[in-house]
């Protein structure tokens, strides 16, 4: 690689790093039809549903469809996160109001020893995370460079149709990834550059946001390449386990 030429500044390598796995993650979405966007892997997946058929209770969006939303919790996973902000000076009455849960919760967890519990968390469908990432992203622009007034989980009018979600969603990711773009070294360091209300960007240099923004998509997206494969797999799974057992 000729680096005579890359620009080695923080925004400069978070964008390429962003760059890199959008390209990867269009390529892998091509071919997304509906069945296999709304495919539950396993029992009890969240997914998106329409309202009326919601099955956990804090289940959102503005219109007919919804994305599921269990009783809020912190899980294992998010147990080193709890600590830093403590050890950061977040008080355990703003840590819990930041993660929606209880006083009790946060100190059960700063008090916890040895390794986390195993995660618990659902497994989320196709259809699920692109809409996490859908309403972040959207929520994100509008909380650090829009009128930061709409409740992002409001933003996003969530399609069961894959190639809708996906003619809606390059388009917000476009505009968050070229705005972003424009921020300044000194903007990167100002604390609550973004004020997105779910989260702890509020409390966090803008710089750390963005990582944070780019960590989210890049695990999401590596999700659901996964889910793609399971999917394209499930049929040839069944086949062999039919063959060992005749």
Known sequence: MDTGTTRTDRLSVLLEQFDKAREMAQVRLKGLGDEEYLWEPAPDC?????????????????????????????????????????????????????????????????AHEGEPEPDTTPITTIAWRLGHLHFQFAGAWEWTFGERRQDPKRMVDFSPSAALTLE????????????????????????????YPYGSDPDDPYVAVVAGANLEFIHHMAEIALLRDLWRARGAGRGVRGASEG
């Open 46 to 110: 969240w997914s998106l549903r329409r309202r009326s058929e919601a099955v956990t209770p804090r289940a959102f969006g503005p219109g007919e469809w919804v994305l599921d939303l269990g009783a809020a919790d912190i899980p294992a996973s998010e147990y080193t996160e709890v600590a830093r902000q403590a050890a950061d000076g977040m008080t355990v009455a703003k840590i819990a109001d930041d993660w929606s849960v209880s006083v009790e919760r946060v100190e059960q967890i700063l």
């Open 168 to 195: 809606r969603f390059w388009p917000v990711i476009d505009r968050w990834r070229a705005t972003v773009a424009t921020v300044t070294e000194d903007q990167l360091d100002v604390v609550g550059f973004s004020q």
